[in-house]
């Protein structure tokens, strides 16, 4: 399994990205995906994610500006930034959880991609 983000870039405080994440690889079931963000000197901490079913569970920061959604069919997670801050400047990571046919769990990494919000 692999996941490749894009999306990110620079943008003023107020402003909108759209992230991307699409996954390939095969695997028995994905259970969530969503994105991690690692801001300099600080832990990598949950923004969004979602379930397979679509349940969502978000960070508080991020709460009423930023959506996660997710495209089964097309194996793509989303995440759309709205309100930017720049305390929202990081390196964002799409994240995956998978389940093999065994039941083993497994997590998944992408690249990272930079956002960065100017004040």
């Not at 390939?24 to 379930?51: D, F, T």
């Not at 960070?59 to 989303?78: I, L």
């Given at each position: 399994v692999q996941l490749q983000a894009s999306g990110g870039g620079l943008v003023q405080a107020g402003g909108s990205l759209r992230l991307s994440c699409a996954r390939s690889g095969s695997?028995?079931?994905?259970?969530?995906?969503?994105w991690y963000r690692q801001a300099p000197g600080k832990q990598r901490e949950l923004v969004a994610v979602i379930s397979s079913g679509g349940s969502t569970n978000y960070a508080d920061s991020v709460k009423g500006r930023f959506t996660v959604s997710r495209d089964n069919r097309e194996n793509t997670v989303y995440l759309q930034m709205n309100s930017l801050k720049p305390e929202d400047t990081a390196v964002y990571y799409c994240y995956a959880e998978g389940q093999y046919y065994?039941?083993?769990?497994?997590?998944?990494?992408g690249q990272g991609t930079q956002v960065t919000v100017s004040s």
């Amino acid at each position: 399994v692999q996941l490749q983000a894009s999306g990110g870039g620079l943008v003023q405080a107020g402003g909108s990205l759209r992230l991307s994440c699409a996954r390939s690889g095969s695997i028995y079931k994905i259970n969530v995906m969503g994105w991690y963000r690692q801001a300099p000197g600080k832990q990598r901490e949950l923004v969004a994610v979602i379930s397979s079913g679509g349940s969502t569970n978000y960070a508080d920061s991020v709460k009423g500006r930023f959506t996660v959604s997710r495209d089964n069919r097309e194996n793509t997670v989303y995440l759309q930034m709205n309100s930017l801050k720049p305390e929202d400047t990081a390196v964002y990571y799409c994240y995956a959880e998978g389940q093999y046919y065994s039941g083993q769990i497994y997590n998944y990494w992408g690249q990272g991609t930079q956002v960065t919000v100017s004040s």
